[in-house]
Structures are given as structure tokens and as C-alpha cells.
């Protein structure tokens, strides 16, 4: 387990999570992804003192296995600085029953149904254990971060978290509060069958925005050795190869399509791009940011959407999945 020896420096207590004055309570957030999971432990100061991170287990079995051990060794850091733990926030994929916090059709884990919620609580007895979609977290930790204060505060009220992960989803956040729709579907956007090249998807459709515009199509279109698949493109696109410049293209042509999509449909603030093929950084986003502006010039209505300049990466350096799941739970036990 990586363990800070002292609270992160945030600039400032990390908002809708504490008062910024210490009084002795803790909160553990896990996000769990398709291929990590990553876990902090925060005071009620809004820092974050201790983390953990591990490979994501398949199936309902080692999954829970491996989140009750992760749970249990933030516990016991909380124990050590004399903290008492009051709640358990996990983010997750798939679809959450808000009621009960099962999981079901998680298919990146090979998970059908889990009753996690209910296990967790079952083995931390007497801790509140709040359960969310990952995406859904990851906005909320998104805004947390970026609603701490200073000229980011303002544009972060009304914000939309695309994740470009092993799969595309998106996570909205109104004025702090997950939006989540009728059915708990609201941002699944992956799975918009509009993607002109009809791959089948994992989901039973075909041609869903997902099958193209994630890190598992890309690493399905573009295999590589060794490293990671968008970066090594994005080079030898630079050095001429038209294959790659070709799949290149194919696949941002997607991921700005999820973006209008977000854009026509929920208008946020705020667009701010993660998940594992944004680590890419820069390089990806100015192709992003090309393909948008080639879209404007030929419509002055996606002009005057202004869609390039409400865009950001993801916060850098911060685990902002498992701080939102965090900040899940502290909004359900305050």
C-alpha cells in the first residue's frame, strides 16, 4: 500500500467533502476500473492521507475479495491515526441498483450480479457503505477537485466527465449531485449505437460509439508489443504511416462524437476528458480539438456551441474515482 506521510496538498480542503477543521472521522473511497482499482482514505480535514491501488480481479468472487482487503487495510491505516471510520464509498462498473447497491451486468469483470453493498456491510458491521457507477464517481470527483476554489470554481457547476476508459461512458453533476436519470442510465453513452463502422459490441448491439472510442477498441484496432496502443499511433501517424494515421482518425472521429453528443444532450459547463486513453495527454487532445474545429467550420451552430473551449483533461495527480466515491459516501452519511 502506498501511504502519504502527510495530507496531500489540494491547495485547499477538497469541497462537499470537509469543513477543513479535523474532528477525527474518516471516509474510504475505492474505485473500482477494468483493469485497477485504486482506494483513498480522507479526514474530515478533505485530505487525503493514504492510498492503495492493486489490479482488478474477474468475476463476483475474487472482486470481493480483493475490495474487502482493500477496504480493510485503508481501515487499518484509519485506526493508526486515530481516526474512526465512517463510511465506505465504492465506485463501480456497470448498473447500480441505487436501492440495494447490486451491480449487475459489470461485463468488463465478468460480473452478472453482486450483491456488494450488502456483502461489505456484512463484513464492516456497523459502516455505512455507499455504492456508485465509476463514471458517475469519477464526475462527482471531478467536480470536487475542481470546485475547491479559484477561477475553476465557477466554470465546474454544471460539469459532464467523459471517460475514455476500457469502455466510454459519461458522468453529470449538477451543482454537485450526481444526475442519474429514471433508470440509473443516465451517461451511458457507449453504447449510442451511431458509430458508422458497426462493430459488434459486448453489449449485444452493433456499431456502439464504445466499440471504436475506449481503450479496449483501441487496443483491439491498434495491437502492440509492448506499451501502450494511443500513444505508439499517434507517433507513427506523426512519422507518416497511414495506417496508423487512418485508425487515428477513425478513432477521434468517435471521441468527438461522444463529445457533441454530451454537449447536445446534458449542455454542461464544463466537459472535462479522462480514463486510461487520456493519459495520453496533449498530443490526444489537440487531435480532439482539430477534429471539433473541422466539425465547426462547416456548421455555425456547432460554432456557437463553443465545445473546444469548455474542454480539460482530467486533474493531474489526482485519483479522482476514488475520491468521488468518497465524497459519495460522505453525502450520504452527513
Given at each position: 500500500m502506498s501511504v502519504s506521510g502527510e495530507?496531500?496538498?489540494?491547495?485547499?480542503?477538497?469541497?462537499?467533502?470537509?469543513?477543513?477543521?479535523?474532528?477525527?472521522?474518516?471516509h474510504i473511497g475505492i474505485d473500482v476500473g477494468g483493469t485497477k482499482m485504486e482506494g483513498v482514505l480522507i479526514d474530515d480535514a478533505g485530505g487525503v492521507i493514504a492510498s492503495d491501488r492493486r489490479?482488478?480481479?474477474q468475476g463476483e468472487e475474487a472482486l470481493s475479495q480483493e475490495l474487502t482487503a482493500m477496504t480493510t487495510r485503508l481501515r487499518e491505516e484509519s485506526e493508526k491515526r486515530g481516526l474512526r471510520l465512517s463510511g465506505i464509498g465504492i465506485g463501480m462498473p456497470g448498473r447500480i441498483d441505487p436501492h440495494s447497491g447490486d451491480v449487475f451486468h459489470a461485463v468488463n469483470l465478468s460480473i452478472a450480479g453482486l450483491r456488494l453493498r450488502?456483502?461489505?456491510?456484512?463484513?464492516?458491521?456497523?459502516?455505512?457503505?455507499?455504492?456508485?457507477?465509476?463514471?458517475?464517481?469519477?464526475?462527482?470527483?471531478?467536480?470536487t477537485v475542481l470546485s475547491g476554489g479559484g477561477a475553476d470554481a465557477a466554470e465546474a457547476s454544471n460539469l459532464a466527465f467523459v471517460n475514455f476508459g476500457t469502455g466510454l461512458a459519461c458522468g453529470i453533476v449538477q451543482s454537485g449531485t450526481i444526475f442519474h436519470g429514471v433508470s440509473g442510465a443516465a451517461g451511458e453513452i457507449g453504447h449510442l449505437p451511431i458509430e458508422a463502422h458497426g462493430f459488434a459490441c459486448k453489449c449485444g448491439q452493433s456499431g456502439c460509439l464504445e466499440t471504436v472510442a475506449s481503450g479496449s477498441a483501441v487496443s483491439r484496432l491498434w495491437p502492440v508489443a509492448n506499451g501502450y496502443p494511443m500513444p505508439d499511433m499517434i507517433r507513427r501517424s506523426e512519422e507518416g504511416d497511414g495506417h496508423a494515421?487512418?485508425?487515428?482518425?477513425?478513432?477521434?472521429?468517435?471521441?468527438?462524437?461522444?463529445?457533441?453528443?454530451?454537449?447536445?444532450?446534458?449542455?454542461?459547463?464544463?466537459?472535462v476528458l479522462g480514463g486510461g486513453m487520456m493519459k495520453t495527454g496533449e498530443a490526444l487532445l489537440k487531435r480532439i480539438v482539430r477534429n471539433l474545429q473541422a466539425r465547426e467550420s462547416g456548421s455555425a451552430f456547432i460554432t456557437?456551441?463553443?465545445?473546444?473551449?469548455?474542454?480539460?483533461?482530467?486533474?493531474?495527480?489526482q485519483a479522482i474515482g476514488a475520491i468521488g466515491a468518497a465524497a459519495v459516501s460522505w453525502q450520504q452519511t452527513v
Open positions: 495530507v496531500l496538498d489540494f491547495g485547499r480542503p477538497l469541497e462537499g467533502i470537509g469543513d477543513g477543521r479535523p474532528q477525527g472521522h474518516s489490479e482488478s480481479l450488502s456483502g461489505l456491510e456484512h463484513s464492516f458491521p456497523g459502516i455505512p457503505v455507499a455504492v456508485e457507477n465509476d463514471v458517475n464517481a469519477a464526475a462527482l470527483g471531478a467536480w494515421e487512418e485508425t487515428l482518425d477513425m478513432v477521434v472521429q468517435a471521441m468527438s462524437l461522444a463529445i457533441l453528443t454530451v454537449a447536445l444532450s446534458f449542455d454542461p459547463d464544463r466537459i456557437s456551441l463553443h465545445l473546444s473551449e469548455r474542454l480539460s483533461l482530467s486533474p493531474p495527480g
